[in-house]
């Protein structure tokens, strides 16, 4: 990964993912590589023994955490085939990635790695058997952490459990997550409403908007209703005083 090191595009991501004093990227290092790239070198390194991956999680270089993340998410979409949802050995191995992904969590620290990762690896491994005995208290742990990328990872889960066709992950913490100051967690919140009302409940996601929309975030608001038509968008924007 460091033999595709590109200046040019090293600059513009280090712009883009806001690595500047005081943002919230500040001081990660970039090789300048497409996410494209880092996948095939996913793909090149799929069987690279697991204990090998936290190199690579916790390296200097942005692309190559991102290399590590995609490869747990690799390794634990191998284990979710429908013969395999039930087989115990697959159960561990998926419990022992998430224990990787969480351990590791900090340094999935900025929204790209999280987006690309958590919903493939922790989302999924809410919908499927384990041997944890309480996942929404890891959920829990991860929304009440003093962590934004930690917190970033509770929300943005939830695309996969909604995508699975149970609302109740999203819904509980898009509450838990309404008056978090941070814009990353206003566009993540509206992101996943908007998510859950297409993939489970439009009525689901009017009623949350119905308790709520007067005191979301105007970002949050936004892309929790951006595919509704305007007269509805309309509506919400202006709610309650229409």
């Given amino acids: 990964m460091e ?8 600059l513009q991501l280090m712009r ?3 690595t500047g004093k005081g943002d919230y990227g500040e001081g990660d290092e970039f090789l300048g590589l497409k996410v494209p790239q880092t996948r095939e070198v996913v793909k090149l390194a799929s069987d690279l023994p697991i204990e090998e991956i936290p190199v690579l999680l916790t ?9 590590g993340f995609l490869l747990l998410v690799k390794r634990f979409e191998a284990l979710t085939t429908k013969k395999l949802k039930e087989d115990k050995a ?11 992904y969480l351990h590791y969590a900090d340094y999935a ?9 958590a919903p493939k690896t922790i ?14 208290a890891v959920m829990d742990g991860l929304a009440k952490s003093d962590s934004l990328w930690r917190k970033r990872i509770s929300m943005v889960s939830t695309w996969m459990t909604s995508r699975l066709g149970d609302p109740s992950w999203c819904l509980r913490y898009a509450e838990i997550h309404l008056h978090h100051p941070h814009d990353l967690m206003h566009k993540a919140v509206g992101w996943m409403l908007r998510e859950m009302g297409k993939q489970c409940s439009m ?6 908007l119905g308790r709520h929309a007067q005191e979301m975030p105007r970002t949050m608001l936004r892309y929790a209703i951006e595919k509704m038509s305007e007269t509805e968008r309309s509506y919400w924007m202006k709610y309650p005083s229409n």
């Fill in 203 to 208: 009525d689901l996601l009017r009623d949350f």
């Fill in 59 to 67: 390296h200097r270089y942005h692309e190559i955490r991102l290399c």
């Fill in 123 to 136: 989302g999924h491994w809410l919908m499927l058997p384990s041997h944890c005995d309480d996942k929404l």
């Fill in 3 to 10: 033999s595709l090191r590109d200046e040019e595009q090293r």
């Fill in 90 to 100: 697959a159960i561990e191995g998926r419990d022992a990635i998430v224990e990787m």
């Fill in 16 to 18: 883009f993912f806001k």
């Fill in 109 to 117: 620290n900025n929204w790209d790695l999280v987006d690309l990762s």
